[in-house]
C-alpha cells in the first residue's frame, strides 16, 4: 500500500491467477499492484465456515463483497470464485482434485444427461443457461433486431420419421 498516498481506493489491483489450498481452506491470489513499484504480489484468503454442504454461489459473493478482501477481487469474476469454492467443496467431500476438475469439464452441453445432476448442479446449469441466453438475445433496442424474422429451411431434407408412424395413414389422422 503507498504509505504517502493512506488511501487504499487509489491503488489498482489486478489480478494474474487464482488458486486454491486444501490445509487450510484459502482461496490464493496472484495479482499485480499498480503503485510505485510493479511487484507480484500473493494473498491468501481463508475461506472459513464452509463446509461439504456449504452454498458455494453463496460463499463465492459473500467472499467477494467482504470488506477486506472485496478490492483484491474485484477483477476476479464471481463465477471464478464459485469455481474454486466448488473444488475446495469437493475436497472436503473426499474427492482428489482431478476428479473434481474432471467433474466440471463438459466436452458438450447435449451430451450431458442433466436428469442425473444434483439440485446444485442442475441450478448452476440452468443459470449458465441463462446467462448465455440473455447474452445472445435480441432486444427491439438493438439495431440488427428483426420482428417477423422468415427461415427458409432447405427443402432437400429429409423429414424425420417415427415408429408411431407407420401403423397410420393420412387419412386416418
Not at 446467462?131 to 429451411?153: G, I, P, S, T, W
Request: with cysteine.
Amino acid at each position: 500500500m503507498d504509505i504517502i498516498s493512506g488511501s487504499v481506493s487509489e491503488m489498482s489491483i489486478v489480478a494474474k491467477r487464482c488458486g486454491v489450498t486444501f490445509i487450510p481452506p484459502s482461496i490464493v491470489l496472484i495479482y499485480h499492484e499498480h503503485t510505485n513499484s510493479s511487484k507480484m504480489r500473493k494473498r491468501v484468503i481463508p475461506v472459513r465456515s464452509f463446509s461439504q454442504y456449504s452454498d458455494c454461489s453463496r460463499a463465492a459473493e459473500r467472499l467477494k463483497h467482504h470488506a477486506r478482501h472485496s478490492m483484491y477481487l474485484e477483477t476476479v469474476s464471481l463465477a471464478q470464485l464459485e469455481r474454486l469454492h466448488l473444488i475446495l467443496r469437493d475436497h472436503l467431500k473426499g474427492l482428489s482434485l482431478e476428479e473434481s476438475l474432471a467433474a466440471r469439464r463438459v466436452s458438450h452441453p447435449s451430451d450431458e444427461d442433466l436428469n442425473k445432476l444434483s439440485d446444485d448442479e442442475l441450478n448452476r446449469r440452468k443459470a449458465q443457461m441463462d446467462q448465455l441466453f440473455e447474452r445472445n438475445r435480441k432486444h427491439k433496442e438493438d439495431a440488427d433486431f428483426v420482428y417477423d424474422l422468415e427461415v427458409a429451411f432447405p427443402e432437400n431434407s429429409v423429414p424425420e420419421t417415427c415408429s408411431w408412424d407407420e401403423g397410420q395413414s393420412d387419412e386416418e389422422l
